[in-house]
Nanobody
């Protein structure tokens, strides 16, 4: 089992910055690839970014490329999502998740956090 707890959400102005954090506990954190997803009101949950076990490889949704950065600290069992120049359409509940592989498909993630709300004002 892996327990994940997100933090760092809140209200941010468009063009500002925000860093989301996800703290992991339980089984060996470095055994898992990590991902960030988001779900906006009335929409399905969607992939945002993923990172490999070592942190050496990352993947992003087109909407996140160039603005968001995923990173991890295996010693601290943390994963982060740095959000730069957020837009109102980035408003959503953001979730971190753990998977065996670095993938985009939601169904392949085994463990999920409870989510943190991000609201971007224009």
């Amino acid at each position: 089992q892996v327990q994940l707890v997100e933090s760092g959400g809140g209200l941010v102005q468009a063009g500002g910055s925000l860093r989301l954090s996800c703290a992991a506990s339980g089984r060996t954190f470095s055994d898992y690839c990590m991902g960030w997803f988001r779900q906006a009101p009335g929409k399905e949950r969607e992939f945002v970014a993923g990172i490999s076990r070592s942190g050496g490889s990352t993947i992003y949704a087109d909407s996140a490329k160039g603005r968001f950065t995923i990173s991890r600290d295996n010693a601290q069992k943390m994963v982060y999502l740095q959000m730069n120049s957020p837009k109102p359409e980035d408003t959503a509940v953001y979730y971190c998740a753990a998977a065996i592989s670095m993938v985009r498909e939601e169904w392949r993630y085994n463990y999920w956090g409870q989510g943190t709300q991000v609201t971007v004002s224009s």
